[in-house]
C-alpha cells in the first residue's frame, strides 16, 4: 500500500511497473526549492533595475543550478529504474532508458 | 529624480554611469515569473514521484525558458548600455562589455 501511494500519479495509475525508491528525492526537492527562491530574487533584481551583468551572472548560475538538479535526477534514475530493469535481466530496456534519460538532459 | 531612483541599487548608488532604459523589462520579469512558477510545478512532480523522464523533460523545457530569458536580457543590454556607450564614441568600452556579457550567458 505504502509502495503503491510512492509510485502513482496521485490518481491511482503507477508510474512504473517496476516500483522502486529514489535515494536522493529529499535532496532533489531542496535544490528545487532553492532554485525558485534564486528565480524570485532574479525577477526582483530586474524590477529594481540591477546591472544587467549582474542579472546575466545569477541566469547563468541559476542554469548550472538546474543542470545539476537534473543530473541529480538522472543518477537517482540510473540507480533505480534502469538499474532495476538490468537486475531483471531487461538488458535491453535498460539500455533504451538509459539513452532516452541521457538525451533529455544532455544535447 | 525619477532616472536616479530607476538606475540605483536601492541604496542610492548608481549601477550605471549612463542611464538607460530596457524597454523588455516587463517581459523580462513575466518571463522570470513563469520560470519560477514552473520550477515550483517540477519540486511538486518530484514530491508526488512522477516519472524522472517525465521530471527531465520539464527540467530541460525550464533550462531552455532561463537561456530565452538570458537572451532576452542580453538584446536590452546590447540597446541599451552597450550601443550608448557606442554612440557616445567609447567604442572600446562597447566592445569590452559585449564580450563580457556574451561570456557570461554563452560557455
Known amino acids: 500500500m505504502l509502495v503503491l501511494a510512492e509510485h502513482d500519479h496521485g490518481d491511482g495509475t503507477p508510474t512504473h511497473d517496476h516500483p522502486h525508491t529514489h535515494r536522493r528525492r529529499p535532496q532533489v526537492i531542496a535544490r528545487l ?9 532574479i525577477r526582483q ?5 540591477r546591472d ?3 542579472v ?11 543542470q545539476n538538479a537534473g543530473k541529480v535526477i538522472l543518477e537517482d534514475h540510473f540507480e533505480s529504474c534502469i538499474v ?3 537486475a531483471r535481466g ?7 532508458e538509459f539513452k532516452e534519460a541521457f538525451s533529455k538532459l544532455v544535447y
Open 56 to 66: 546575466l551572472i545569477q541566469i547563468a548560475a541559476v542554469r548550472s543550478a538546474i
Open 90 to 96: 531487461d538488458h535491453d530496456e535498460a539500455i533504451e
Open 52 to 54: 544587467c551583468s549582474e
Open 45 to 49: 533584481m530586474v524590477e529594481s533595475d
Open 33 to 41: 526549492a532553492r532554485i525558485e527562491g534564486h528565480i524570485r530574487s
Open 84 to 86: 532495476s530493469a538490468a
